[in-house]
């Protein structure tokens, strides 16, 4: 199976075979149909609150910036464990793992607004802004935070984006996870 281009003379442009051309025409409406998910997901921005279920289905993994989302029930598990026992007196940081941050989101919902504690989503990938919650987060520098997050969190829960050993120690080390601790 060719998928490549051909080129018939010297100085011909290349052309696509159809099996790549079709390749990437499909490739170019996925990306399409994902944009109109998070533009969906933008004008419904607080579905949680209004009683329908977020998902992390409109955020595709970006291998190259090394994301991976945890499945539906690690992600749900996790997000019971952190939530287990909080008050509206509570703050909870979620870095780099959004796929948590959803499923803590529709956990929430179930509680009456008061009860709920103050979530944030630390995370470099600029498409969680749809969610007010949404703080910009770069691991190369880990404690570069508004000055509201410091000194204010009573629970962190952190999944470091790569296994390098640079962002494993840079990214959310004990200093900068001290320095979010209440």
Known sequence: MNIGTQVNEPGDQPVLSSTALAALQEFYSEQSSQKEKLEDLKARRNAAEQGQPLTIEPFTEDWN????????????????????GVTNECHIAVVSAPSVYIQIKNLLSQKHPEERPKIYLLEFDQRFDVYGEFIKYDFEHPTSLPAH????MTRILCDPPYLSEDCQTKGMSPPAATSLLH
Request: charged share 30%.
């Open 65 to 84: 910036a090394s994301q991976f989302w945890y499945e539906h029930e690690t992600a749900e598990e996790l997000a019971s464990r952190l939530i287990e």
């Open 149 to 152: 997050l410091k000194a204010n």
